[in-house]
């Protein structure tokens, strides 16, 4: 959850690590540091709070040295004091490192050192590591050809835990060494510069060829070469990428905040994760990136879905969609919970894991246990490279919306969806979907981005909505159906980016207890869909009127709501069941947006939430 950011060449390090740690700010925002290797000597400056915090005092600094390690946390060891801030250096000032991860057995491997003399400053997991490194690099004969890679790798065969880090050594003032194990790490090459960070992001600007580290992978770093070994001394063969990066989608351009600007780019986000999926007759979707036969995957029996967070609800999302056209189960897990249960699983069970970074540690975790028992394994994820990306067996589904910088994930939940949705269509063809059915569903979903536009054209009068409810404290968010999940994900957004208390219910579960909550201090968000249904969530909705509680609706257009039953209405175009989850999701992220803006809250660095979640 922490960024990290290292860079060894000929330009300013201290220029080039700042612009970093500012494009990885939404990975971690508690405190942030640099360490630049000056003349004979390595020089930090770390803050608590904000990057620019730190921007000013590097400013004063004048660091001159092309080599260099940055960093930005989000607090797990130790409070948010500038001693627990990064970069850490070893009591005996040889070492300089920055951590993302957990290391588990930090506290005995403290204990020991100190024993051995080693002092310690701060309350992090990070400072046993660096004490570990310099105890190491002390027992190694110096005359030993590579002694500062060697010393890290005898540090990291002790360690239990996760880790992405990158090292400076004092003694070696053109190197840099990086290691990962259940945190990320990618290395970016240039023209006589090298970087090493958690996130293409930081360094997007300035090198599109990557190399994706593997788990138990040490990079030894040069300005103008590298080598890459795994923690048991055997060498890697680096498969270099090329990097799809368009440096303009992690740029704010004419938007306030990040959040905003996702949330308008959904319309083209949504045709870019279509684009190419559909075979030519147009009656089903083509998913290329599946590595199972059509034989194989009708011999699918129940699918085994699990996320966190927001790609949970994508998952419940996609569970009643493939349940409804496909006729398939669908059995949806929290990915933290899955993990440490024991779930009884069909041999033609099919496992999907939805993450939008592709790093998230619970999601990663669940998938390699399920690759540990044989099952087969899938993932939606959005980034190229990313660790479960690459560890299904049975391939995946990109996602292709473009970075995501706000903390609250908008435009990545709803191609999530979409994709569910034509997973649905896919299997559904397979089975006993007809031609007819299937080519009105792909010109639903090809309608789909347009009819998002439509909706976006109603944010200044969803503005007004939002700024008269952004007083309340508490929200209730309701809908039946398929709009339960959208009802969960609708109270999330609020809760993440407003700090408003809010729950998702389905709508038919209000009367068993959710309707104790009802006041006029407490407002309700229903998610209505038409036919029978419809009459039953208006029900609700009067139910909820006659307790003096306030209603904001959503409805399909030309849907006759009774001024009785609710003081705000919010339409969405009438669409085929496999995109309203998509269409009703607008509406939501723009009211809590908007309601979030009122409150002057800070939209895209929520308080203690980041981006993606590396650490359990």
């Not at 004063?60 to 130790?78: D, E, F, S």
């Not at 004419?254 to 994760?273: D, G």
């Not at 009703?584 to 929520?606: F, H, M, N």
Request: contains cysteine.
């Amino acid at each position: 959850m922490c960024g990290i950011i290292g860079y060894i060449g000929k330009q300013k390090a201290s220029k080039i690590l700042i612009n970093a740690l500012k494009n990885l700010e939404y990975r971690g925002y508690d405190s942030a540091g640099i360490a630049v290797r000056e003349a004979t000597d390595i020089k930090s400056v770390k803050k608590t709070g904000r990057v620019a915090n730190v921007e000013a005092e590097v400013h004063q600094a004048n660091l001159k040295g092309g080599v260099g390690i940055g960093h930005t946390r989000w607090a797990t060891h130790g409070g948010v004091t500038e001693a627990n801030t990064h970069p850490h250096i070893s009591s005996d000032g040889k070492f300089v490192l920055v951590h993302n991860g957990v290391i588990e057995n930090y506290q005995s491997l403290r204990k020991y050192l100190e024993e051995k003399g080693f002092d310690f400053k701060s309350e992090t997991d990070t400072e046993a590591i660096v004490n570990l490194i310099a105890y190491h690099y002390r027992k190694e004969p110096d005359n030993t050809e590579d002694r500062f890679t060697s010393a890290v790798r005898k540090a990291l065969i002790h360690l239990e835990g996760t880790y992405g880090i990158a090292v400076l050594c004092v003694d070696c003032p053109n190197e840099m060494v990086g290691a990962r194990n259940g945190s990320p790490l990618i290395l970016g090459l240039g023209k006589d510069e090298n970087f090493l960070a958690s996130d293409v992001s930081a360094f997007a600007s300035r090198s599109k060829d990557v190399v994706y580290l593997n788990e138990g992978d040490i990079v030894h770093l040069h300005s103008d070469k590298y080598d890459i070994t795994t923690i048991d001394s055997r060498n890697v063969s680096a498969i270099v990428e090329s990097l799809d990066w368009d440096i303009e989608e992690s740029e704010l351009g004419n938007y306030t905040h990040f959040m905003e600007k996702e949330i308008f780019e959904q319309p083209q986000a949504l045709e870019n994760s279509m684009r190419g999926r559909f075979s030519d007759d147009n009656s089903t979707a083509k998913l290329g990136g599946i590595d199972l036969s059509p034989r194989e995957l009708r011999s699918v029996d129940r699918f085994v879905m699990f996320g966190c967070g927001t790609t949970w609800h994508a998952c419940l999302a996609a569970e009643y969609l493939i349940e409804r056209f496909a006729r398939i189960p669908v059995e949806v897990e929290y990915a933290s919970e899955f993990r440490y249960r024991n779930a009884p699983i069909s041999d033609d069970s099919l496992i999907f894991a939805f993450s939008q970074s592709g790093e998230t540690i619970d999601t990663l975790a669940a998938m390699r246990e399920s690759n540990r028992k044989g099952f087969r394994t899938l993932a939606i994820t959005n980034v190229v490279g990313s660790s479960i990306a690459r560890q299904t067996n049975g391939g995946g589904i990109y996602q292709h919306v473009g970075p995501e910088i706000g903390v609250a994930s908008t435009k990545a939940f709803t191609s999530q969806v979409l994709l569910s949705s034509m997973i649905a269509l896919y299997m559904g063809r397979l089975r006993d979907m007809s031609l007819g059915d299937g080519t009105n569903y792909v010109d639903a979903l090809k309608s789909c981005p347009e009819m998002v536009d439509r909706i976006l054209k109603q944010a200044d009068s969803i503005r007004e909505i939002a700024v008269r409810y952004s007083k309340f404290n508490d929200f209730l968010f309701m809908g039946r159906q398929a709009m339960f999940p959208i009802a969960l994900e609708g109270a999330l957004k609020l809760k993440e980016i407003s700090y408003i208390h809010a729950e998702g219910y389905p709508a038919a579960e209000m009367k068993h207890g959710p309707i104790a909550l009802i006041s006029e201090d407490c407002p309700s968000v229903f998610l209505a869909t038409s036919g029978r249904i419809m009459k039953k969530t208006l029900a609700n909705m009067q139910e909820v009127k006659a307790r003096n509680g306030k209603v904001i609706s959503i409805v399909p257009e030309g849907t006759e709501v009774p001024k009785e039953c609710a003081d705000d209405v919010i339409f969405i175009p009438r669409c085929h069941e496999a995109i309203h989850p998509i269409l009703a999701t607008i509406p939501l992220q723009l009211l809590s947006y908007y309601i979030a803006v009122e409150r002057g809250c800070d939209v895209d660095k929520p308080r203690n939430l980041a981006k993606s979640v590396t650490v359990e």
